[in-house]
């Protein structure tokens, strides 16, 4: 058995399981859960009618690599979203299913184990996966805790300035979220030269999860990208890799359907260990994915309905919490005048609302746990649901 299997620790939402199984919720008022950022908005009828009319794509097996129109849509849509280059769609593209495989596998191609002590540089809080595919490629993560800041250009920032000397040597992987979960932080362009020029120093490898990217609340001011952020700054794609997903931007969780991007010989390897891994996505995913990255009107539609909530609720709960309207992505992050686990239970107990401790999304680290005093919402339900989510946490801070 692999040793490593004992350090992964138990997922968010078994915890939060956990932590309310003798709970009985309110039952006088209907449940409303929060905790997870499963996305709510009806699929698009083109997505549909796209999977329905290429179900004969199931008499076939699918090629790793996917088709060429989909690698071509992909290049079309990184080429207009970004104002970059179109990259090579044959090389430099490779379908995946769901950015969340695709990040834990990467890191199992890029690791060098037999390298002394291999590192990861991960944000925390973090999306889990970081961790355990570390931990999984033999290497050890190091956490950079995103707090607060009174600056606001280092809110919530990973601060790299505070990373030993001598932990660079040994980093070879840095995971990046930008916008950020749960902060919905985006990096700023500074930031990003400050990554780059440590991966040209240090030789890392850059792994940049955007897939909130196309959750934000000003049309026309969408969140830097990694590879926008490189050709804005004259640089190629040495040692840089974008991950997205249709899952946020198009409603379609349960399609896995995404795409990892950027260094040619980077995306050749990972290619190589995914015809082994098994892992090609269906011929009729294959189909309403190109619908899909060739649509943009459906995605207008979707950041309408997400800024309509996030401007009626962050008013309600700033009389009771401290929280602000993110950068991007679809979460508040909510400080609580209580410990985060006992704010979350009685939230659930009195009023039958569900969200996430924050300190579920972190580990200790550097002496503290960032997500501690923090509780994680979700705005995926519907208007009303969270509105009257709101409601009642106002009743209950």
Known sequence: MNPNLNKLQPYPFQRLRDLLQDITPNASVAPINLSIGEPKHATPALIKD?????LAGLANYPTTAGIPELRQAISAWISRRYDVPALDPEKAILPVNGSREALFAFAQVIVDSSNPAPI?????????????????????PYFLNTLPHKDPKHD????????????????????????GNPSGKVMSLAQWRQ????????????????????????EGQAPLGALQAAHQLGRDHDRLVIFSSLSKRSNVPGMRSGFVAGDIE????????????GCA?????QAASIAAWNDEAHVIENRRLYAEKFQAVTPMLQSVLKVEIPDAAFY??????TADTEFAIKLYRDFNVTVLPGSFLSREAHGIN?????????LVASLEECLEAAKRIQQLA
Do not use: H
Request: charged share 15%; hydrophobic share 45%.
């Open 195 to 218: 990554v780059f020029e440590l991966s040209d120093k240090y030789g890392f490898v850059i792994a940049a999860d955007e897939c909130y990217s196309e959750i934000y609340f000003n």
């Open 156 to 179: 919530y920032g990973m601060d790299f300035d505070s990373v030993p000397k001598s932990v660079w040597p040994r980093t070879q992987l840095v995971y990046l979220c930008s916008p």
């Open 50 to 54: 796209a999977l329905t009319d290429n």
């Open 281 to 285: 996505m269906s011929p009729v995913v």
């Open 120 to 140: 990861i540089i991960s944000p925390n809080p973090f999306y889990q996966i970081y961790e355990g595919a570390a931990f999984l490629a033999g290497a050890e």
């Open 266 to 277: 980077l995306i050749k390897k990972f290619l190589l260990y995914r015809t082994y891994q």
């Open 370 to 378: 960032p997500g501690a005093g923090f509780i994680r919402l979700a």
């Open 332 to 337: 508040l992050w909510a400080r609580t005048p």
